[in-house]
């Protein structure tokens, strides 16, 4: 049977850092208080000018140069993402014409927030493995602080901008794409969201700021029940225990979710990966963004097995166990 890998990664954040000192001059908070809540140290922001679509051609762009890898051949671009350019066209057709992926490629946006990285993975792992493509391009990629009102404190401090993509291919050996688990709660879809053209969810009035609002509480709440549950699911799915994870990278919400987390499945924080304290909550790009990090900090092995888990809007959550089976890097990434 035809199997399917991550064979390459790539990451970028925009270059401009927003840093808790810089939010103390902002609203009412301080350094001491947003660490203590959230571990967040600092978060990059997007140029006025510079959007989703920037942040993924720049990203596949690290993912080329450092892997020797060429996308004239990928046939199909996922974009996971909560802030596209345009509510259409698509970014993922966009990066498709800038990067020069053949016209014949499919492209889509996959739209389920900071899930959406790991939904990308699975789709494309469900075309490769069945034969319908044979090179598929995934980012995960958001510019949250174009929809954070940064005159609410509770939510300005959390998010950040950034993107992260990965090509999966046709393995004719052994599938790196071990398990998974899906699943989504619409009964608390008020809890994450942002207004279009409906004002309401499940008969609730919504705030129509155009702005991101998170009930946090709610949030916390329902990640810290459901992940571990959905862990363990996954891990029944896979015929293997959470002795045999080398590494769990969950959502890079809130260090002070992660961690009641990690306690209710008695795993270690010293294997846990995030990249939250430096670049913040960036969404569907948190999960690539602390992959690329641990590979980069030599850390992440190939061979080794890694799960992978998001959750947020939706409510929606989504897990992956992958072995990994990277190609071999041809130059030393730059640093972000």
């Not at 924080?269 to 963004?289: D, H, K, W």
Request: proline share 3%; hydrophobic share 40%; with cysteine.
């Amino acid at each position: 049977m035809t199997g399917a890998k991550i064979t390459a990664i790539g990451s970028y954040v925009p270059a401009q850092r927003l840093t808790n000192t810089d939010l103390e001059r902002m609203v009412e908070t301080n350094d001491e208080w947003i660490v203590q809540r959230t571990g967040i140290r600092e978060r990059r922001i997007s140029r006025q000018n510079e959007f989703t679509s920037d942040l993924c051609v720049a990203a596949v762009e690290d993912l080329i140069v450092r892997y020797g890898k060429s996308v004239q051949d990928v046939d199909m671009v996922i974009v996971a993402t909560s802030t596209p350019d345009f509510t259409f066209p698509t970014v993922a057709s966009i990066i498709q014409h800038r990067l020069g992926i053949p016209v014949t490629s499919g492209t889509m946006d996959l739209s389920a927030a900071c899930s959406g990285f790991v939904y990308g993975l699975h789709t494309a792992n469900s075309f490769v493995a069945s034969g319908l493509h044979r090179k598929v391009l995934v980012i995960g990629a958001d510019t949250i602080s174009k929809i954070t009102d940064y005159t609410d404190r509770s939510t300005c401090i959390l998010f950040g901008d950034g993107a992260g993509a990965v090509l999966v291919e046709k393995s004719e050996e052994l599938s790196g794409f071990l398990g998974f688990n899906l699943g989504s709660d619409g009964s608390g879809a008020q809890h994450v969201y942002r207004t279009a053209l409906s004002r309401s969810i499940n008969d609730i009035e919504l705030i129509d700021s155009q702005m991101l609002v998170q009930n946090g509480r709610e949030v916390f709440r329902w990640a810290v029940r459901t992940v571990p549950q959905g862990v363990e699911q996954l891990l029944m799915k896979a015929e293997t225990g959470l002795d045999q994870v080398d590494w769990f990278i969950p959502h890079s919400a809130n260090l002070r979710i992660i961690e009641p987390i990690c306690e209710r499945m008695n795993y270690s924080m010293e294997q846990v990966l995030y990249s939250l304290v430096n670049f913040g909550n960036t969404s569907a790009a948190t999960i690539p963004l602390a992959l690329d990090m641990g590979i980069r900090e030599g850390k992440v092995q190939n061979g080794q097995k890694v799960l992978m888990y998001g959750f947020g809007a939706g409510l929606t959550h989504a897990g992956l166990l992958v072995q990994l089976d990277l190609d071999q890097q041809i130059s030393d990434p730059t640093p972000l």
